[in-house]
C-alpha cells in the first residue's frame, strides 16, 4: 500500500506538470505511454527460444509500430504543423510535400515490413511467426486506436483530454476505498475483489466530480482553449458558449434559509460532463474486467513491472482507453457544431490547399465580392 500510494502521488505531480507545460508535452507523454504499452505487450507472448533462432524478429515488430505512428499523428497533425510553419515559404513547401506523400510513405514502409516478414520465414516456426504477425497487428490496432482520439482531444482542449482522465482516476480510487471499507456483495467474477458497493459508491463520487472539476476546469483558457498549431505559447481565446456562466434563480426558501444566494453560476459544459461521468462510472469500467480477463486467460498478474505497486503502464490504461474513444466520439456528435463555421473553413483552406492555391483563391473570392458589390 505504502509502495503504491508513494508511486501514485509521483505520478500525479508528473501528471500535474505536464497538464501545465502544454499541449506538445502532453502528446509526449501520450507516446511514451504508447511505447510502454507496446512493449509490455510484445513481451507477453514472447518466448526466449524461439526468439534466438530468429535474429531480428523485434526489430521487425518496432518497425510496424513506428510505422504506424507516423501514419496515424502524421494525419492528425498535418492542420496544425501546416498552421505553425505558414510564415516560412521553404519549409512550408517542405512540410506540404510531406503530408501531401504521407500516406505513399507509410504504406511501402508497411510493405516494406510484410515483405521483411515473409523473407524471414523458417521452416518449422511458422505457425509462431505468423501468430506474432498477428499479434503485432492486434497491438497496433488497440494501442492506436485510443491514442489516435486521445491526441484528437487534446487540440481540442486540455478539457476534453484532461476532465475524461480524471474521471477514471474519481472513479477508480472511489471503488477501491468504498470496496474495501463497504464491499460485501462481488460484482463480477472475473475480478473477485470487485463489489456492488464499491461500483454505487464510486458511480455517485465520479458524478459529484464531474460536475464540480467541469466547473473548475472550465474557467482556465489554458484548458478550454484549442490548440491550432505546435508552438507552446500561450493561449488566449474566446471560450464560447460552453464556458460562460448560465445564471439559475434558486427557491425563495433555500437562498433563505440555507444558502446566502439567491441564484447559482453553472457552465454548460457541466451538464455535458454529467454525461461522461455516466459512461466513466457505468461502461468504462468494463475495460478493466476485459483486462483482467485477459489476464487470467495468460495466467499473469499484471502486463508489466513499470510502475512500483501499479504493475506496467497497460494495467493503468485500460479503462483510460475506453474512455478516450468516448470522449472524442462524444464531443464530436453532441459538443462541436454540426454547421460549418469560418473558422473550421479556413483550417480546412490552410490544411489541405498549397500556398499559390490559397493566393487563387483568395483572388478568386475577391472577385466575386465585386461583382456582388456592383450588383448591390
Known amino acids: 500500500m505504502w509502495i503504491r500510494a508513494c508511486s ?29 504499452m507496446a512493449s509490455e505487450l510484445f513481451n507477453l507472448l514472447r518466448r526466449a527460444h524461439e526468439d534466438k533462432r530468429l535474429p531480428g524478429f523485434r526489430i521487425l515488430n518496432w518497425h510496424f509500430y513506428f510505422t504506424a505512428m507516423l501514419f496515424v499523428y502524421g494525419r492528425i497533425l498535418s492542420h496544425q504543423l501546416v498552421n505553425t510553419v505558414t510564415s516560412d515559404k521553404i ?12 500516406m505513399v510513405i507509410c504504406y511501402f514502409l508497411y510493405i516494406a515490413g510484410v515483405m521483411w516478414f515473409i523473407l524471414t520465414l523458417k521452416k518449422k516456426m511458422y505457425k509462431y511467426q505468423f ?16 491514442s489516435a482520439f486521445t491526441v484528437a482531444n487534446i487540440f481540442e482542449g486540455i478539457f476534453w483530454f484532461l476532465l475524461p482522465a480524471s474521471l477514471i482516476a474519481v472513479n477508480d480510487v472511489a471503488a477501491y476505498f468504498f470496496g474495501f471499507f463497504f464491499g460485501k456483495t462481488p460484482l463480477i467474477k472475473l475480478s473477485p475483489k470487485k463489489t456492488w458497493e464499491g461500483f454505487i459508491g464510486a ?10 472539476l467541469a466547473n473548475v476546469f472550465g474557467h482556465f483558457q489554458w484548458l478550454t482553449c484549442p490548440r491550432k498549431d505546435l508552438s507552446t505559447g ?25 444558502l446566502p444566494w439567491k441564484e447559482v453560476a453553472i457552465l454548460p459544459v457541466q451538464w455535458h460532463a ?15 474486467f476485459f483486462a483482467s480477463g485477459f489476464k487470467r486467460a495468460f495466467k499473469i498478474k499484471d502486463f508489466g513491472d513499470s510502475i512500483p505497486g501499479h504493475g506496467g503502464f497497460t494495467d493503468r ?3 483510460q482507453m475506453v474512455m478516450a474513444v468516448f470522449a472524442y466520439i462524444y464531443h464530436q456528435s453532441f459538443v462541436v457544431p454540426q454547421d460549418y463555421t469560418v473558422e473550421m473553413i479556413i483550417n480546412e483552406i490552410l490544411r489541405s490547399l498549397t500556398l499559390e492555391e490559397q493566393q ?17
Not at 91 to 99: A, D, T, W
Not at 274 to 288: H, K, N, Q, R
Request: net charge positive; charged share 10%.
Open 91 to 102: 519549409f512550408y513547401k517542405l512540410v506540404s510535400k510531406l503530408i501531401k506523400y504521407q
Open 317 to 319: 490504461m485500460d479503462c
Open 274 to 288: 454529467l454525461c461522461l461521468s455516466l459512461f466513466a462510472s457505468s461502461i468504462a469500467p468494463f475495460g478493466g
Open 234 to 258: 500561450w493561449l488566449l481565446c474566446d471560450p464560447g458558449p460552453l464556458f460562460k456562466p448560465e445564471y439559475y434563480p434558486l427557491p425563495g426558501w433555500l437562498s433563505r434559509w440555507v
Open 8 to 36: 501514485s502521488l509521483w505520478m500525479l505531480g508528473g501528471f500535474l506538470l505536464i497538464i501545465y507545460l502544454g499541449h506538445l508535452y502532453i502528446l509526449a507523454m501520450v507516446v511514451v505511454i504508447q511505447i510502454f
Open 203 to 212: 458511480s455517485v463520487v465520479t458524478t459529484i466530480s464531474a460536475f464540480v
Open 360 to 376: 487563387i483563391l483568395y483572388t478568386k473570392l475577391g472577385q466575386i465580392l465585386q461583382e456582388r458589390m456592383v450588383e448591390l
Open 131 to 146: 501468430g506474432q504477425f498477428a499479434w503485432t497487428h492486434m497491438i497496433l490496432i488497440v494501442v492506436f486506436t485510443q
